[in-house]
């Protein structure tokens, strides 16, 4: 508990701190700005090592192609928002758009162009995440879509929402299926941050071109099933002791 106190406070202050002394970012170039988002991400995540004991690894970097491509990644932690962005050349996150509202943070998010969703009418949002992602694509960027929408913990019944299988059917780019176990490390609603490692799994492309329905199939069977053998594989501890 200690431990994850100093460190929730030095994430905070650290992130503080970017903010305002980093504003400057705001009216520099885009990539003067995801330069320092990154740093941020480096800075967090050292921190999170030194502090608590919490490693990152990183498997099948092999599976991610360069240019623009489509990456449905699990979402067990607010780690994920950070911690994902420097494995990526130039991603754009599919956030809410209520966070374009946050001082500093939201406008940010604004400079970044992540593509920000209004919640409202299913098909107004979906036609709209539909273009904003087109666009990015077309910049060469890599679009990251959290497909539950929210954070689910670890071994939850799972509950894909079908805007990733949209962004499939009309990016025409490979897709990046992505597991992960962060959700045991920092949990979700806690303060509590426990050591260990939090392993991040690219898995094998899914071409485009494919149904609807079988590319569903295949991205979530493929995320689900190696979140589950992540989680059995991470369940005993360097230690021995159990989670």
């Not at 994920?80 to 991603?91: N, Y």
Request: glycine share 6%; with cysteine; aromatic share 10%.
């Amino acid at each position: 508990m200690l431990r994850s106190l100093i460190y929730a406070a030095a994430f905070y202050i650290v992130t503080g701190i970017m903010l305002v002394s980093l504003s400057w970012l705001l009216v520099a170039p885009r990539s003067w700005a995801m330069a320092g988002l990154k740093l941020h991400a480096r800075i967090a995540l050292w921190l999170l090592e030194k502090i608590v004991g919490t490693r990152m690894e990183v498997r099948g970097r092999e599976n991610l192609p360069d240019g623009p491509v489509l990456v449905v990644a699990k979402h067990q932690s607010t780690w994920d928002t950070f911690a994902l962005i420097p494995l990526f050349s130039d991603p754009a996150i599919v956030l809410k758009d209520e966070l374009k509202w946050i001082p500093f943070y939201g406008w940010f998010c604004v400079k970044f162009r992540h593509i920000l969703v209004k919640r409202g009418k299913a098909a107004v949002a979906l036609k709209a995440l539909v273009a904003e992602a087109k666009n990015r694509i077309a910049a060469n960027r890599q679009v990251v879509i959290f497909p539950e929408g929210t954070r689910t913990a670890p071994g939850a019944p799972p509950d894909y929402k079908p805007g990733f299988v949209a962004l499939y059917d009309a990016l025409g780019v490979p897709t990046v299926p992505v597991a992960l176990n962060s959700g045991l490390f920092w949990p979700r609603r806690k303060l509590m941050r426990y050591p260990g490692t939090i392993v991040v799994s690219f898995l094998p492309v899914v071409p485009p071109g494919l149904p609807r329905k079988l590319a569903k199939e295949r991205i979530e069977t493929a995320i689900e099933s190696e979140t589950r053998r992540l989680i059995d594989e991470a369940r005993v501890k360097e230690d021995g002791a159990l989670f």
